[in-house]
């Protein structure tokens, strides 16, 4: 099969233009829908298996494809060309995982005829644990990123990852270790504050692993690249088991400065991280407690909230914010997932996407302008089913409801009758396990 065949000569690094965008408007305020997309799994502590759900609006063309110089064995089990009416599940062999401090060309380039939505999800054989992310399009990748990891427990990793679109790429990684304990690369050592230096080529990747959480750490390249960060596994509140943590990392160009977090799920407490790209003032409210906060660059605060909370975060600067779900502290319920949190500004005003199976529970938390919340539709219905949390909030002036849902496995649309962006997060838990993702992370 051959290479996917988007370039910079049809305007990747922009707005699409030609045959794969037809809708200017669309291309530009479709979040994270897109044509094209770059998927990796990270190291796994533990034999997993690798899925990718592609959700699109009413069919598409799809071709996965990998690098000519990789294992052909491998190569032909991963690459695939075919159409799905509307979202379909794809395994992608174990071998595709990524070895750590090793350049090699594992990253999967997948095109689409139509707009998609792309999560990913690496899951333990047993099931006891599962990262998942929401991927970003090519369209809006970049070349300035700021990592968010958690402070590994002893024996796992924090995690870095990196693909390179174009042949002769630089990238240049400026470490901060909360812990300042030296990085082995290849019997090189480096320092909090040291940069390494790494050029990759077209489908090339590289996995970075430490012991020391490496939240603030920044990546900058000089052609787009993509960008992802978590951990092999960890547990975050000392109970339950660890669990993988991945995200695709948004650039720092579509970062936002409001935030509603919404609560993962009953009697789930979340932690909520919140990274500054440049120093800045923030407050958070929660349930009326507000407080004023200063951060400065790359500096993080973490906060925690319970399961009947909600926390809106306004700063004065772009920041980053980060859910993470912990484990139930009085049942076996859940365990961390990370989620990269859409700020108020990255709404949109439609989703479709698959709820994943296998889960004892599964939700979905909207947050919209109070005065619309009532033109909100799930699976074109007006009456929301199973209302778990109902909050209204305030970001600035404006009213905002946030609200819980228990929803089934399988498809799911998401709209605003009256054209109303609105936030979308997912979560799922069973005994010992929980996913999160997010519809968007992109400023739009």
């Known amino acids: 099969m051959a290479e996917p065949t988007l370039t910079r000569n049809n305007r990747l690094y922009g707005h699409l233009r030609g045959p794969h965008c037809l809708d200017t408007f669309l291309c530009i305020f479709a979040g994270s829908r897109g044509r094209a997309f770059i998927v990796l799994f990270t190291r796994n502590i533990a034999p997993s298996i690798k899925s990718i759900y592609v959700t699109s609006e009413n069919g598409t063309q799809i071709n996965i494809a990998t690098s000519p110089n990789l294992d052909s064995g491998i190569k032909n089990q991963t690459d695939k060309s075919l159409v799905i009416p509307s979202n379909k599940r794809f395994l992608i ?9 090793k350049k090699e060309v594992k990253s999967i380039w997948i095109e689409t005829s139509e707009d998609a939505f792309i999560i990913s999800r690496d899951e333990f054989k047993n099931g006891y644990s599962v990262g998942s992310t929401t991927h970003i399009p090519l369209r809006k990748l970049s070349t300035s ?3 968010i990891t958690t402070d590994p427990e002893y024996g796992s990793k924090s995690q870095i990852a990196v693909a ?25 050592f480096f320092y909090n504050g040291e940069v390494f230096k790494l050029p990759l080529s077209r489908f090339e990747t590289y ?6 959480d490496l939240t603030g750490t920044v990546i900058e390249s000089d052609l787009p690249i993509a960008t992802f960060s978590g951990n092999d596994c960890n547990t975050l509140n000392k109970k339950g088991g660890c669990d993988h943590l991945k995200e695709q990392i948004p650039p720092v160009s579509s970062v936002d400065r409001a935030y509603i ?14 990274t500054a790209i440049e120093p800045t003032n923030f407050t958070f409210n929660i349930d009326g407690f507000e407080r004023l906060m200063t951060l400065d660059g790359l500096d993080s605060y973490d906060l925690d909230i319970a399961s009947n909370e909600s926390c809106t975060i306004e700063s004065t600067r772009p920041i980053l914010v980060t859910s993470f779900s912990l484990h139930s502290k009085t049942s076996e319920l859940g365990d961390p997932s990370m989620v990269i949190v859409p700020g108020v500004n990255q709404y949109l005003d439609y989703y479709k996407i698959v709820v994943p199976s296998g889960y004892d529970y599964n939700y979905v938390s ?7 919340k009532n033109s909100l539709q799930i699976n074109e219905s ?11 909030v305030l970001v600035g002036n404006t009213k905002y409801s946030v609200r819980s849902i228990n929803v089934t496995e399988g498809e799911l649309t998401a709209s605003s009758v009256d054209g109303e962006r609105f936030g979308l997060m997912f979560a799922g838990v069973k005994d010992f396990n929980s996913y999160g993702f997010s519809g968007n992370s992109l400023l739009v």
């Open 261 to 274: 977090v919404p609560p993962n799920s009953p009697d789930i407490d979340t932690c909520i991280r919140i």
């Open 382 to 392: 007006g009456i929301l089913p199973n209302v778990i949390f109902d909050q209204n």
């Open 93 to 101: 062999p174990t071998d595709m995982e990524l070895l750590s401090f």
């Open 145 to 147: 990123y700021v990592v």
């Open 164 to 188: 390179a679109i174009e042949d002769n790429t630089t990238i240049s990684i400026t470490f901060r270790m909360k812990k300042n304990h030296f990085l082995d690369i290849n019997g090189e």
């Open 207 to 212: 996995l970075i692993e430490h012991d020391a």
């Open 366 to 372: 909207i947050m919209i302008k109070e005065s619309s």
